[in-house]
């Protein structure tokens, strides 16, 4: 058995605190990221109708019969965006092992601008690359947009959260986001109506590689796992209302490692349990501008040298996605 309780943090709370109770409420988050850097954020202001309309976008877009999801794919490997079939992935393999695909399929798209000025060819060839856009469901990328502006707005809160618990300034982060490269993803893992292959999972472990993710995962699902500081995989159990945040790689390096992109998984749940059901989530992988230079938080070192040298968000970003293709 674990100690392990999953944190639930009022984002309205902390953002109407002041003075040492908003440094207390900053404390707790800088403890929460040293151990797991996993939490759920509740009243986050995201309205209801925003996420059931993607939700509900998103459920229709994987209802449609495979050809028409096709349409949507991305056109080669590696592409970022559109339609990513089953079997097409196995996030395992970001860290180097080997494992049969996930079973899933999803929806990705970018960020839902060019900044004026961009020239970068590897950064209009990748992260600006267009979104392939489904035909079906009416109303798709309305919905899709709305969501997809919500959550970067909810992001810069929670970076300014984040400046908080590392005694930075309030806006410190603020230059580094301004253009973000963000990517949202919405996942399908379908009723599995055989057994899975040894090893298989709906998501191989992996840890996230960019500033931090949005996750929503379906209400009353099970699956996602966590390493916990006592090295348990521990089931995250959704919290109604509330987004999972978790830190990714690239946060855990600007803190050099004081914070932890922590391991996590989806499993596939004893089928007695529910786990041949279908599950669906929704995932807001946040990442600083293409050009931002991550250095290590002097704030972090403690007067040690830094572990790691400067990398630029985009570069870093598209070394770290290339790895998972199946
Ligand atoms: O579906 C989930 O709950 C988690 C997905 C995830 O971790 C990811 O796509 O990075
Ligand atoms: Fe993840």
Redo the contacts with the bound molecule.
């Keep these: 058995m674990t100690s392990f309780s999953f944190p639930v943090f009022d984002l309205g709370a902390f953002e109407s605190s002041e003075g040492p109770a908003r440094a207390a409420l900053g404390a707790e988050v800088d403890r929460i990221c040293r151990e797991t850097g996993f939490l759920a954020i509740r009243n986050h202001g995201v309205p209801q109708a925003v996420i059931d309309g993607v939700w509900q976008a998103a459920r229709a877009f994987f209802d449609l019969p495979p050809e028409e999801k096709q349409a949507a794919r991305a056109p080669y490997k590696g592409y970022p965006y559109g339609y990513l079939g089953p079997e097409l992935e196995a ?1 395992a393999r970001s860290r180097d092992v080997d494992s049969p695909p996930d079973l ?1 399929e ?1 929806f990705n798209g970018g960020p839902l601008t060019v900044p004026e000025g961009m020239r970068d060819e590897k950064a209009l060839s990748f992260c600006y690359a267009p979104t392939i856009w489904p035909q079906a469901p009416d109303g798709f990328v309305a919905a899709w947009t709305a969501y997809y502006q919500a959550m970067e707005d909810l992001a810069a809160r929670i970076m300014r959260l984040f400046a908080v618990a590392l005694n930075l300034p309030e806006d410190y982060f603020a230059p580094f986001i301004n253009a973000p490269i963000s990517a949202l ?1 919405a ?1 399908n ?1 379908p009723e599995q109506h055989v057994p899975p292959r040894e090893g298989q999972l ?2 191989g472990a ?1 840890t ?1 590689y960019g500033s931090l ?1 949005i ?1 929503l ?1 379906q209400e009353g ?1 099970r ?2 796992e966590i390493i916990t500081p006592d090295g348990q995989w521990t089931a995250v159990p959704p919290v109604r209302g509330a987004f ?1 945040i ?1 830190i990714g790689d690239l946060m855990a390096r600007w803190t050099n490692d004081r914070w932890v992109s922590t391991l ?3 499993v596939n749940p004893p089928p007695q349990e529910g786990g041949m059901d279908r ?1 669906q ?1 929704l ?1 807001f ?1 946040h990442q600083p501008n293409w050009p931002a230079e991550i250095r290590v938080l002097d704030a972090c070192t403690n007067g040690e040298p830094a572990k790691y040298p400067p990398v630029l968000s985009g570069p870093y970003l598209m070394s770290k996605f290339t790895a998972t293709a199946a």
């Design positions: 996030l899933k999803s993803r996942l893992y709906r998501a992996h996230d993710t996750l995962p699902s699956g996602l999972v978790n996590h998984r989806v599950r989530s995932a992988f």
